[in-house]
């Protein structure tokens, strides 16, 4: 931007002889990734920004401003509450009561055990068992699961990953069993193995496998499936492990770029699969630094996506993302004033463009969220898309100094990340070597020494306690439903042809050993209702399990 | 921290074991707290994730632990510590400090306590809150212990 010589020496001048003379409070100045934030922010400090290069018109590259032209004047974000418990049933009830209360998506929580590939009657699976979400093993229960709700007409968000591929497959019988074919379901799947090897840690397979059985998943939806996300690529889980900002920038991106290269790799068009690429972000409470990690992550999407990649269609450029609040920056104490963390967290990920909005309950870091605190986190997202006129202009930050230039210095430091990466020979590599991990863990324990140290101030946590929280009334999980979930499979596998089980599990087996697509696999197998435990099972005897070196 | 302060009684360094029962992976507490023990000059041996009850009582067995941390995060913290009790008493294992942290509700405290925890930490927990704590409990238990034998 040209800066007048001027203007330039008065803002120095500012700096030096009038800010110099005062006196600053005893704090610390930096985001809460140790970010140091300055004084005051001038057109000085854009004096390398382009407008029209950096910054653009929403709607166009390189779409730091937001992906389409109207964003909230055209449609409100989606906002989908995440919700699963106990079994199919329950969780059904649950759903059925957002969509009641205006929720206008789907987001389905799976428990422990479906998330690492265990059946509910497995040893290992015992006192989980519909305790953080549903549980599913099989194909019946994913038919309850959806029940009434009709699935060509809601989108729904699955969150899990090691067993992506069969859950999907799950999925679209459970749609085909409402006479609705895959081509017609829009929805999200995670698939994002690599970020459970850096910080979700739930895993069935060593990362090769695992990183095929992602292709073969964005492969059988490039064919099938045209409006279904088949990979929501996912910072939040590496925000939650205690990641900066930067970090969970970074390493979002290069798990998105790498997922890129292996479908290119298949031998896939880029545009051809990009355009359903999706993104998930942490939206935590340092305010202006979240709003310039969503800006950063769409322009470097853009370009890398358009320059190194060679993609052409506008619709492969544009980084669309669902956005959650940080469970992490949730207190157990005095926890109705999470409700504010949660606001200003979710203000971030509007002001920042999401297209797709989870709000936390404020009783969750406690436990799961009871029906009322859900109803209050929805009502929260309501308030800001309503009430305060955020959603009146697109982009309302666009142009401010102090976030044109930490969105610049975002950038910076991803791509920084990127090339350290890279010199360990990319983002898989970087895993084995416990990178990425070693980075997070650094991060995490530098802001809980300024925590414990009282240097960051938590409220109600280090400062402002109450001798006694107000107690709460908590959701306990059912102690029943862990019986409850054993009889269900245990009624589905009375039921079902055995030979056929057999047949399909060892088609299955046979696939997993060749370099077949093995979602037709999972369907067959899905139909003839083995269970998840068992697929998993027979594919680990083929590409083996993980074990994990921890560092701390 | 000076030596002599992470010496107990006993003269040797504190050996804990920091371990993740279940299925859940999150590990950013037990790792914040695993490091901040060794940083007060304890020997921590960290089991790493998705630990059986047998495999956690065995590392403490094992490495002949003074404490053990169990870090929950996943609401089964009803079934799966008083699991690990249970096998430690079976080995007769009575002398360990056994704590828990996680996401556990206040209601369940006092249960967990009744069964043999020592303490139970939630979200806003201090590192330095649990490290002193940790030298307190183990400093009691040898002194006791030599007043016995």
Redesign the interface.
Known sequence: MAVEPGSRRRAHQWLTEVYAEQAEREALFETISGHEVRPLYTEDDLAEWEPERDLGFPGEHPYTRGVYPSMYRGRLWTMRQFAGFGTAEETNERFRYLLDHGQTGLSTAFDMPTLMGLDSDHARSLGEVGVEGVAIDTLDDMVDLFAGIPLDRVTTSMTINAPAAILLAFYVCAAEDQGVPPEALGGTIQTDILKEYIAQKEWCFPIEPAMRLVTDVVEWCAERMPRWHPISISGYHIREAGSTAQQELAFTLKDGFTYVEQAIARGLDVDDFAPRLSFFFNAHIDFFEEIAKYRAARRIWARQMRDTYGASRPESLRMRFHTQTAGVSLTAQQPLVNIVRTAIEALAGVLGGTQSLHTNSYDEALALPTPEAVRIALRTQQVIAHETGVTNTVDPLGGSYFVETLTDEMERAAYEYFARIDELGGMVEAIKRGFPQREIADASFRYQQEVDSGKRVVVGVNEYRLADDEELELHRPDPAIERKQAQRLEGTRARRDSAAIERALGALKEAAASDRNLMPHFIDAARARASEGEMVAVLQEVFGSYTEQPVF | MSDAETKAEGGRKIRIVVAKP???????G???I???L?DAGMEVI?????Q?AEQIAATVIQEDADAVGLSIL???H???VP?VVELLRAEGVEDVVLTVGG?I???DAPELKRLGVAEVF???A???EIVSFVRTAVDERRTLAAQTS
């Open positions: 279940g299925l859940d992976g999150h590990d950013r037990a790792k914040i695993a490091r901040a060794r960290y089991t790493g994730l998705h059986t996943s609401g089964a009803m079934t799966l699991r996401t509700p206040a209601d939630t979200p806003g201090s590192t330095d």
